[in-house]
């Protein structure tokens, strides 16, 4: 009964190919995050989801499209990758408006490597 | 802004040992405060919080105080254990209910 799962864990991919990183979470949350994680374990937020709205869109390439079908799910898009995207890529997820509003769940990570 | 900064890592210890990895924070207000932690191949989890000056917050043998005269919210641990050993994020809650993380403080706790 994982809470917060991500799809795949691995993803190799050449230069140029555009791909999809899948998030679920099962908490009943309304407020979904994708965070990038560089190689010095640096966390930068990407976006951020509440109840299926767009709420935080940092500076982040346009070739990076989030789209939220419900409130448990919230998936990555990324076009024409770019070496420089090689990374972990963490979901998130949280219930704002309550005492643990910044009690976020992290899934387990995708690693994405970019050749 | 809001920010935080944690001491550089890697920070490397004997089992048993004492631990503190310093954080400190700039905001307006008194944002509460978190200490996440990511033991190695997985996701952040929340290892403690302190929502208000002068709170402790605690978990696991891990202790941290609000202190909002120093601007600090600094981790500590009585006796490490090689299972200790991940990366420590210290976090303030900003708008949007989003965290504003520091830079990660790595742990290596040797036996």
């Known amino acids: 009964d994982t809470a917060v799962s991500q799809t795949p864990k691995y993803l190799v991919t050449q230069m140029g190919n555009d791909k999809s990183i899948k998030c679920e979470q099962n908490l009943g949350h309304d407020t979904m995050y994708w965070y990038k994680q560089d190689s010095k374990k640096f966390l930068k937020i990407m976006f951020s989801?509440?109840?299926?709205?767009?709420?935080i869109n940092e500076t982040v390439p346009n070739r990076f499209s989030p789209k939220s079908p419900d409130k448990a799910h919230l998936n990555l898009h990324i076009n024409s990758l770019e070496l420089g995207d090689s990374a972990v890529y963490f979901c998130a997820s949280s219930q704002v408006g309550t005492g643990d509003s910044y009690e976020q769940y992290f899934g387990p990570g995708t690693r994405l490597t970019v050749t | 802004g809001n920010s935080v900064t944690q001491m550089e890592g890697p920070v490397t210890l004997s089992e048993e040992a004492f631990l503190t990895i310093n954080c400190t924070y700039t905001a307006t207000g008194y944002p509460s405060l978190f200490w996440y932690v990511q033991y190695p191949g997985e996701g952040l989890q929340l290892l403690l919080k302190a929502t208000k000056a002068d709170d402790k917050g605690s978990n696991k043998g891990f202790e941290a105080t609000y202190r909002k005269e120093t601007t600090s919210f600094h981790l500590e641990k009585g006796s490490v254990q090689v299972s200790d050993s991940a990366v420590y994020f210290c976090a303030l809650g900003g708008s949007n209910y989003q965290l504003i993380w520091g830079a990660g403080t790595k742990l290596i706790i040797k036996p």
């Open positions: 989801y509440n109840n299926k709205e767009l709420i």
